[in-house]
């Protein structure tokens, strides 16, 4: 057996400080392991030296073109978020003395990307805020709470924006949210999205000047106390869609539809879906119904022995 690079060892360190001071998950620790270790097999097959502080942007460019031969954009966009938050570590831990990686420039997302987030993209969305090594730990936690809120829940970006600390029960796992037409309803707080809302209030109070107190009602804050906006939560939403899915082009409205549709696949009933989301008719939470449809039948007409018989002459 060869005996581990530099890099193989800075690589450990660094999935290793996600497992256990990040808590990522284990799907989003792989994929970083994957990403990293194709990396490694690169340089070490271009005959430089396996380790990160000798690799440089026309290295990381030189890898990034070979990718772009079998892969498409957004997954190019993840492989780049990847890096950058690898050497963001790094040169947080002073193990390197510069961040390559930094001047790196995504692809554009395509725009026929589909409005909704598979589900392994969505945890990986969720889960991106914990590997933001350079972020405020404060803002770390809110931003895990509101990805967590806005999958997990539904809300529409207006109703996470507008959400206060009087309409949080805590004991009933149970949020009350405004929602169109001035209508209130109640969402149900998942286990995850529970814990993310615990920390994240945990530190709220610290989101304040030296002059003034934070805003005494708003749940979700800037770093100066005052309530988010719905633009900033947009912000939000488009880093950590960069970050967790290469999708730069992330709306917190896909994460409601994303939230619907996998409910729907779940085997959750449109009625279910309805009242979870606020939907004044019925119809309007039908159309998930084709979106689980369409995917169905490409699956069918991808797999299934029929329909690749289907065009037999015999």
């Not at 999958?151 to 029960?169: A, N, P």
């Not at 309803?185 to 814990?195: H, L, Q, T």
Request: charged content about 30%.
């Amino acid at each position: 057996m060869e005996s581990p690079t530099a890099l193989d060892e800075q690589i450990e360190t660094f999935l290793r400080w996600g497992r256990d001071e990040r808590r990522l998950a284990a799907s989003t620790l792989d994929a970083y392991q994957r990403d990293l270790e194709q990396l490694r097999d690169f340089v070490a097959k271009s005959g430089g030296p396996v380790d990160a502080k000798a690799i440089d942007v026309l290295v990381l460019r030189m890898f990034l073109a070979e990718l772009h031969r079998t892969l498409s954009a957004s997954t190019i966009a993840r492989r780049i978020s990847t890096l950058r938050s690898f050497w963001r570590f790094l040169r947080k831990r002073r193990l390197v003395d510069k961040n390559p990686a930094a001047v790196l420039s995504a692809p554009k997302a395509s725009k026929e990307l589909p409005r909704f987030l598979t589900v392994e993209d969505a945890f990986r969305v969720v889960d991106a805020p914990k590997s933001d090594a350079d972020r405020d730990e404060r803002l770390v936690r809110r931003d895990s709470a509101m990805l967590e809120l806005l999958y997990g829940g539904g809300l529409r970006v207006s109703e996470l924006s507008g959400l206060t600390l009087d309409r949080i029960d805590l004991s009933a796992r149970e949020l009350r949210v405004i929602g169109k037409g001035n209508k209130e309803r109640v969402v149900p707080i998942g286990k995850e999205a529970m814990s993310a809302l615990r920390a994240y209030l945990e530190v709220r109070g610290q989101l304040r000047t030296k002059e003034r107190a934070p805003h005494p009602d708003a749940v979700f804050l800037g770093i100066r106390g005052t309530p988010l906006t719905s633009r900033q939560v947009q912000n939000v939403v488009r880093r950590y869609g960069t970050a967790g899915a290469g999708r730069s082009d992330l709306h917190p409205h896909a994460l409601r539809h994303s939230c619907a549709t996998h409910l729907l696949d779940a085997g959750a009933d449109l009625r279910t879906i309805q009242e979870l989301l606020g939907h004044a008719s019925l119809s309007t939470t039908q159309r998930y119904t084709q979106i689980s449809v369409d995917r169905l039948m490409a699956a069918y007409d991808a797999a299934h022995p029929l329909a690749k018989a289907s065009g037999d002459d015999d």
